[in-house]
């Protein structure tokens, strides 16, 4: 009979999911067979089962999932130590321990978008402290420029204020002459005022009728 189960998930649903996955990676086993497992306790398809597990349950359980493959690398490494005490005694050699199959599986769906967003993260740290270096090293290239543009405005300045002291004198000058004359337009007004001109005195004279001249201008 196939497995068509649709309710929803339980709270023990979940806890026995997350329990059998955990017992699995601890004894050395993959996920797969903890998700057929599941399926046939809770008569569930072991896809539903995966779906599930990485949609809602692992995040939960992230710290026991890493405690449960340290757990595993330990159990593998006394095993190892056991078969080497029963071997003859031989030259001693290095065998490096076998290759954990999570190691070669794919990330799943949510753990590869938390290492993309973490990567994107560094990604954009790593850009900012390039640009935060690029506008020092601008900075300290145009430094000496802007302090030569600053001694040519203090140059500027200090010309400026002493032709501004020159027309200032000038027009101290300039004033004294203007008052000056002035004053003498003032005393040739009040001269011209008080003083009576002379007149020139030019006799004029009339023919009287006996022939006589008459002075006519007194």
């Given at each position: ?13 979940d ?113 900012d402290?390039?640009q ?19 001694n040519?405005l ?65």
């Amino acid at each position: 009979m196939p497995k068509v189960r649709q309710d929803a998930w339980s709270h023990e649903d979940d806890l026995l999911l997350a329990e059998t996955v955990l017992r699995h990676i601890r004894e050395g086993s993959t996920q797969l067979k903890a998700f057929d497992e599941v399926g046939d306790l809770l008569n569930r398809t072991s896809a539903a089962c995966g779906f599930r597990w990485n949609a809602e349950v692992r995040q939960k359980y992230e710290q026991a999932v890493e405690l449960a493959k340290k757990q595993r690398k330990e159990k593998k490494r006394k095993e190892a130590k056991e078969q080497q005490a029963y071997q003859t005694p031989q030259p001693a050699a290095y065998y490096p321990p076998s290759p954990d199959p999570e190691d070669f599986r794919l990330p799943e769906p949510e753990a590869e978008q938390e290492m993309t967003s973490r990567a994107a993260s560094e990604e954009i740290g790593l850009n900012d402290v390039i640009q935060f270096l690029k506008g020092l090293e601008q900075e300290s290239s145009t430094q000496p420029s802007v302090q030569a543009r600053l001694n040519e405005l203090e140059e500027e300045n200090k010309s400026l204020s002493e032709q501004n002291s020159q027309l200032h004198r000038k027009l101290e000058s300039v004033t004294e002459d203007y008052q000056a004359l002035i004053q003498i337009m003032d005393r040739a007004r009040k001269m011209v005022l008080f003083e009576e001109p002379e007149q020139d005195y030019k006799p004029q004279f009339r023919m009287e009728k006996n022939g006589n001249l008459e002075n006519v201008a007194r």
